[in-house]
């Protein structure tokens, strides 16, 4: 079931709300520059499961309205609030993928993780995408600004590169028409907006200030957030457990997908 909710005037996000009655809430939150449609695979499993698998397209991807500001991490995660508000959520999971784990690190700081029991973090782009002088972790920033270059001069040629490493599994070639066009759902302004945020945005606080038992898992093999940020969330977050993912690169919820819903649910029953 699939419908719109405010966050502000005038910007409304798409929500996938799938088994509603289910037993316990999971809060998917997608990285980018996919939307909730990146879950799939855990959206065919889970819900038979029992769960509650609820999928929010952030502002300017997939369905949700495309407004030309909110992309930094503050607002995004008042976005979610917002319809954390709405739904009238308790005790729920908020997993986060890539971008959408960052944001879900910023959730919990900047609400005190209001509602959340649990934290399922998937390759997040935390605590810094990008390297620093005091942080020699992540990626260089060139290659944020060459993503930025692709966006505005040829988007659909950036995106088919970045789809180029973002799994470690062989895949389709109609499977990857289909992550090129999740892609492509979204605004051209708002993709380069989210890696303009990935320049200026650092999480080092949010991480310390968890507290809810969080689940880590992370692709060895990934190129986009490297695996050693898993690691560093790992030591700053104490009640977290860090399960690599050997035969993965950064989307680990496709290239070991039966081990991923295992895992998860593994994680939630505890």
Not at 175 to 195: D, V, Y
Not at 208 to 236: A, N, R
Request: net charge negative; charged share 20%; aromatic share 14%.
């Amino acid at each position: 079931m699939g419908y719109y909710i405010s966050v502000e005037p005038n910007v409304n996000l798409y929500v996938e709300d799938l088994n509603p009655e289910g037993k316990r809430t999971i809060v998917f939150l997608h990285g980018w520059p996919g939307s909730h449609d990146l879950f799939e695979y855990q959206f065919d499993v889970l819900p038979r499961r029992g769960y509650r698998c609820i999928g929010i397209d952030q502002r300017g991807f997939g369905k949700s309205d495309k407004p030309w500001h909110g992309y930094d991490y503050n607002r995004l995660a008042d976005d979610v609030r917002c319809i954390v508000e709405a739904l009238k959520l308790q005790d729920f999971v908020l997993a986060g993928h890539s971008t959408g784990g960052a944001i879900a690190l910023r959730y919990m700081s900047r609400y005190t993780g209001y509602g959340v029991s649990k934290l399922a973090l998937f390759a997040a782009a935390a605590p810094s995408l990008v390297k620093l002088p005091n942080f020699p972790y992540g990626i260089e920033k060139n290659v944020v600004t060459d993503i930025i270059e692709g966006t505005y001069n040829d988007r659909p040629k950036m995106l088919r590169g970045f789809g180029e490493i973002f799994f470690f599994q062989h895949t389709s070639e109609p499977f990857n028409e289909w992550f090129l066009q999740l892609g492509l759902q979204a605004a051209g302004w708002s993709t380069a907006a989210i890696a303009n945020t990935w320049l200026q945005e650092q999480l080092f606080y949010d991480i310390e200030s968890i507290k809810v038992p969080t689940l880590i898992i992370h692709g060895i093999h990934d190129k986009v957030v490297p695996f050693e940020l898993g690691e560093v969330q790992h030591y700053g977050i104490k009640n977290s457990i860090l399960l690599p993912f050997e035969f993965s690169g950064h989307g680990a919820f496709y290239d070991e997908h039966e081990k991923f819903n295992e895992e998860l649910m593994k994680f939630i029953e505890k």
